[in-house]
């Protein structure tokens, strides 16, 4: 899951704090060309008063995308920004954007959603990495491309399939069946998907499911169990195994018995805040604890690796990290985009933390002397002449006596 936050201060008007998760759960065929696509879940938490869109770009013309089954007519899609009254929209709940080259992308909405076309443009493909254009011959010298929006009403979401597919491939069927679950039918398996940022509650089609994502993915021979986010419980036709996520179980059919199992493996994931002075925090997934040291917070961790958010303190104007003493890079983060520092939560620090126990230092960047000795400048000039040559002409030497050591 990837997840946004927006200040209130970024919106007009007095308005709360918002964010907006993207889940992205991908489910694999053991074959390169099999059943391979993705259900996402796009959600916006304290959003409620807010319209939203939903944005995805294709690669050609707008005649190339198509709503359950009728294509947009390019000639309403011109290449400009349109006033939002006058671009052209479609509802349904399946969208496919084709392109020239025998592939697409075919989606399918939990709902029917309003669609539309925004603008078509062209991209030049001239400068791409500053290359001669007879290294690629095969590339035009443009490409067209169409952004697509769909519309939901303040406080929705947008569920949702997306196959990526040949246009001779048969796209799979779809149902939304309530409580947070989607099941999805190809060639191939039955799969009841789960999304969601709180824990669900799902008991239907002999399946159970009380986590936060997962899926049970039935196949003619063999049934599989990922409990991917979230405690609880995951089953099918009785066989139930219950834990902490993330895990995942695989059970052949005939083997299929009623009876709970419980997985021990793993530990429940929090998201937890503790403060290392009055005015600062670190925040992410625990276990960790952390505490001020002389101007060093120390944070000591455990657990899988994730990533732990710092705010900056007063004092610390570029931030140096270590992982058990040794030097790695920390990151930041600029929601919303813009205005580090201005808005609540901007120019956080981002830390990398790997896998098991480790201590973690933050400290403010001491740059290493550049010389290890002292130098003194020794030149009236940028170069100073060599002594001359039997020719009589003397050789200037670049860089020869930039600088002496002292003695």
């Known amino acids: 899951m990837a997840s946004r936050y927006y200040p209130a201060a970024a919106f007009a008007g007095e308005q709360d704090e918002m964010w907006w998760n993207r889940h992205i ?10 059943a391979n696509y993705f259900v996402m879940r796009d959600t916006f938490p304290n959003g409620k008063d807010r319209p939203t869109w939903w944005t995805w770009m294709n690669l050609d013309g707008a005649e190339k995308v198509s709503v ?36 697409a992308t075919w989606f399918w909405f939990t709902r029917p959603l309003p669609i539309r076309a925004r603008m078509t443009w062209d991209y030049s493909q001239g ?26 009403q303040p406080g929705a979401d947008y569920y949702y399939v997306v196959y990526p597919r040949k246009d001779a491939e048969k796209t799979p069927a779809c149902a939304d069946l309530g409580d947070g679950g989607v099941k999805v039918t190809t060639a191939e398996s039955t799969d009841y998907v789960f999304i969601s940022d709180t824990p669900l509650n799902f008991n239907k089609e002999n399946v159970v ?28 036709k009785g066989t139930i195994f ?6 995942e179980r695989t059970v052949r059919t005939a083997d299929l018995k009623p009876g709970v199992t419980a997985v021990n493996e793993t530990y ?21 604890t952390v505490k001020l040291e002389n101007r060093a917070i120390r944070i000591s961790v455990d657990g899988r690796a994730r990533v732990l958010y710092v705010t900056k303190p007063e004092w610390m104007d570029r931030p140096q990290y270590t992982i058990d003493g040794v030097e790695w890079m920390p990151c930041w983060t600029d929601y919303p985009s813009s205005g580090w520092g201005t808005f609540k939560d901007t120019n956080l620090i981002a830390i990398a933390v790997p896998d098991g126990k480790h201590e973690l230092v ?38 020869q006596n930039i600088g002496q050591p002292a003695r």
């Open 127 to 152: 400068g791409r990495l500053r290359m001669p254009k007879e290294w690629f011959p095969k590339f035009t010298e443009k490409e067209t491309k169409t952004t697509i929006e769909a519309i939901a």
């Open 362 to 399: 933050i400290t403010d960047l001491v740059f290493p002397p550049v010389w290890t000795r002292q130098f003194t400048p020794g030149i009236p000039g940028v170069v100073k002449p060599a002594p001359a040559t039997q020719s009589g002409k003397p050789v200037l030497l670049p860089f």
């Open 242 to 247: 219950e834990g902490n996520g993330p895990f």
């Open 68 to 103: 359950d089954g009728t294509a947009f007519d390019s000639k309403t899609v011109p290449y400009n920004k349109l006033d939002e009254k006058a671009m052209p929209v479609m509802t349904g709940q399946a969208l496919e954007m084709k392109t020239a080259y025998g592939a």
């Open 268 to 288: 429940a994931k929090s998201i937890i805040t503790q403060q290392y002075d009055n005015n600062n925090e670190v925040r992410g997934e625990g276990p960790f």
């Open 209 to 236: 499911f009380t986590g936060k994502a997962g899926a049970v993915r039935v196949f003619p021979d063999y049934v599989v169990f990922c409990m991917n986010a979230g405690s609880g419980k995951i089953g099918y």
């Open 25 to 34: 759960f991908f489910l694999k065929s053991a074959s390169p060309a099999g």
